[in-house]
């Protein structure tokens, strides 16, 4: 036993040399992404034009009832390398929130096969309307679970099985591409800060290689749910400028580019 734990740090440390060796694309040592979720109008009249004309790309988190009336516009986001990706059908976070118990809804009441379909009628209803198949999908609220109490169970399975990764919310660490699980990728609320804010909060995140993800809802004025246009235009020129070290991309681009890296990585040290 003692050697085998021996061996295995022997191998961990091996590999973490291997891999720290790595950089992002345009030799970052920090990768980001900026996601936003619910399909909020505001989205797709403030925050897309902003990152079209800065040329950057993120990543959107569909409810596809909320896409009405502006599916030409998520077409054409995911035509022009916006991610597109799941939000669920019905929104279900815990029934503590006035608008589910309003509606007699919440995760406490349902069950994974009720979580699984929601997920897939979104899934279909998002390839329908914008010709995209997303690959990732972040929790609404950021909750995994369905259930109460000894019966609670977890749907992270479920993204796992369905997806290439699954999004957190409201979390309080940047990701460590070594360690993270796809299919609980943590991502910190960017909503109601300021630039010094949000710039004060990578500062505290970043570390070697670290991956951190920003999600917020609407776009326009500050706000509980909404990021200010001129911090987040402020973030992405700051995040742009080569010296500060950061790659800017898609959740499901980082994702992808890690786990190959990781792969490539474990392919050589065997
Ligand atoms: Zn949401």
């Known amino acids: 036993m003692k050697i085998q734990t021996a061996l295995c740090f022997i191998i961990s440390i091996c590999s973490f040399q291997a891999l720290s060796a790595w950089q992002y694309p345009n030799n970052a040592r920090f990768a980001i992404s900026l996601s936003f979720d619910d399909a909020r109008r505001s989205q797709v009249d403030v925050g897309l034009p902003l990152l079209d004309k800065h040329k950057v790309k993120g990543s959107f ?12 516009a998520w077409k ?38 009720f979580i699984a379909q929601d997920i897939k009628a979104a899934q279909q209803d998002i390839i329908n309307l914008t010709k995209q198949q997303p690959t990732g999908f972040a929790y609404p609220c950021g909750q995994t679970f369905v259930g109460r109490g000894k019966a609670v169970k977890s749907y992270v399975p479920i993204v796992a099985k369905l997806f290439d990764y699954g999004r957190t919310w409201n979390d309080e660490t940047a990701n460590d591409p070594y360690y993270y699980d796809p299919a609980q990728i943590r991502a910190f609320n960017m909503d109601g800060k300021t630039f010094n804010e949000l710039i004060a909060l990578i500062e505290q ?28 235009e402020q973030l992405i020129l700051y995040l742009k400028d080569p010296s500060n070290g950061f790659w800017l991309a898609t959740v499901a681009d980082v994702n992808r580019y890690i786990q190959e890296r990781l792969k490539q990585s474990h392919s050589n040290n065997h």
Request: hydrophobic letters at 35%; one cysteine or more.
């Open 205 to 232: 995140a970043k570390f070697d290689n670290a991956w951190i993800v920003l999600a917020g809802h609407e776009v326009g004025e500050k706000g509980l749910y909404s990021i200010d246009v001129r911090a987040l």
């Open 76 to 113: 054409n986001a995911g035509k022009n390398g916006h991610e597109i990706a799941n939000h669920s059908q019905s929104h279900l976070c815990t029934g503590n929130f006035r608008w589910l118990r309003k509606q007699d809804k919440g995760l406490e009441q349902v069950d994974l096969n």
């Open 61 to 72: 988190y569909i409810m596809p009832e909320q896409m009405i009336g502006y599916e030409k």
